[in-house]
């Protein structure tokens, strides 16, 4: 056979072994859907409406696409953990529109006094990225809208990969939040205590995540901060960016524990939610700020197979309330704006 010859067939048979791969892939996450849907089936989701308040305790997911946005409510008091996309990110040519306006005015819509003020108790960013903080300026800056304390670790540098560090805009975006809580007298904790903090009848456990080595590798993923919210039998997990490669759902599983909701880390995205992780934490609902189909196929797949949970989407339920009642019971409601 002339060189030429075996060329072509090298060819011809790479590409039918590359659609091989690619239909069972996509066979697979067909079969995982049909599964997945299922198990959502077997959940009453009602619509969110301001006279059908189970309880007081509730943590709201705001849908701001594939962001985090997430408003603790507690006898009510109000926290909020991350602020969603902004609306001027660094990276010109992202797809994603910003969710300023909505995040404002839902905070204003729920958590607003008789006086139209809203008072946060405290605001966290999990992590400097600007899906998860890009709106904590304007937040901050908003003159009816006090904010008690900021959880805001410092940033560091050498925890940044060379693209996020030239392109993303980490540094400056810590500089602009820090900034604005100074110029508004808003002490900032950039040491986070991981002991238990009380939050009306919530109880708040912080995971400080942090690379155990310094390196440009883990990226700032890497310092992403996990929250625990429990309330008498039940509880959450908060999982901001945690994911298998950073090392941080491997190293704080065993201390999280068993949790009734997870909050999926890092959007769905590949290297979250890995088999182990959720063997350890046995999630029985999940939920997950991203579209579904965006959801990578071995996150999927993890929830279907490991956890069994019904994964449920902010963007396609237009946000979703988890309510802790007072008879240790859960109740989901959607299209919450």
């Known amino acids: 056979m002339k060189i030429k010859d075996k060329k072509k067939l090298a060819r011809v048979i790479a590409t039918w072994l590359v659609t091989g791969i690619m239909l069972s892939v996509f066979i697979l996450d067909i079969i995982t859907l049909v599964i997945e849907n299922s198990y959502v089936s077997k959940t009453v989701i ?118 996020e560090s030239e392109h993303w805009g980490n ?61 008498g039998e039940k509880s959450a997990f908060l999982a901001a960016d945690f994911t298998a490669d950073t090392g941080l759902e491997a190293r704080f599983a065993e201390s999280i524990g068993d949790v009734d909701i997870l909050k999926i880390g890092h959007h769905g995205y590949y290297g979250s939610s890995s088999a182990d992780f959720l063997k350890v934490l046995k999630p029985e609902i999940a939920i997950c700020t991203n579209q579904i189909g965006k959801i990578y196929p071995n996150v999927k797949w993890n929830f279907v197979m490991v956890a069994k949970a019904p994964v449920f989407s902010t963007v396609h339920r237009n946000g979703i309330i988890t309510t802790f009642t007072d008879d240790n019971e859960i109740v989901l409601t959607q299209n919450i704006m």
Do not use: W
């Not at 405290?122 to 008690?148: C, L, R, W």
């Not at 995971?207 to 080595?213: D, K, L, M, S, V």
């Open 46 to 163: 009602t619509d969110e409406k301001s006279s059908q308040q189970h309880s007081d305790d509730r943590i709201h997911f705001l849908n701001t696409a594939n962001s985090d946005c997430i408003l603790l409510e507690s006898n009510g008091r109000f926290a909020l953990i991350d602020s969603g996309e902004g609306n001027e990110n660094p990276r010109k040519k992202t797809e994603y529109k910003g969710f300023r306006d909505e995040v404002i005015e839902y905070l204003k819509k729920v958590a607003s006094d008789k006086t139209g003020k809203v008072t946060l108790d405290f605001i966290v960013a999990t992590h400097m990225h600007y899906d998860h903080a890009g709106n904590f300026t304007s937040i901050i800056n908003d003159s009816n809208i006090k904010i008690q304390k900021a959880y805001i670790k410092d940033y560091d540098a050498q925890n940044v990969s060379e693209i």
């Open 171 to 231: 540094r400056q975006m810590y500089i602009d939040i820090t900034d604005a809580l100074k110029k508004h007298n808003i002490p900032i904790i950039n040491k986070v205590d991981t002991s238990d903090l009380n939050f009306g009848d919530f109880t708040l456990n912080f995971f400080n995540g942090e690379p155990e080595e310094k390196t440009q590798t883990n990226g700032e993923n890497a310092n992403s901060i996990g929250i625990k919210v429990t309330k």
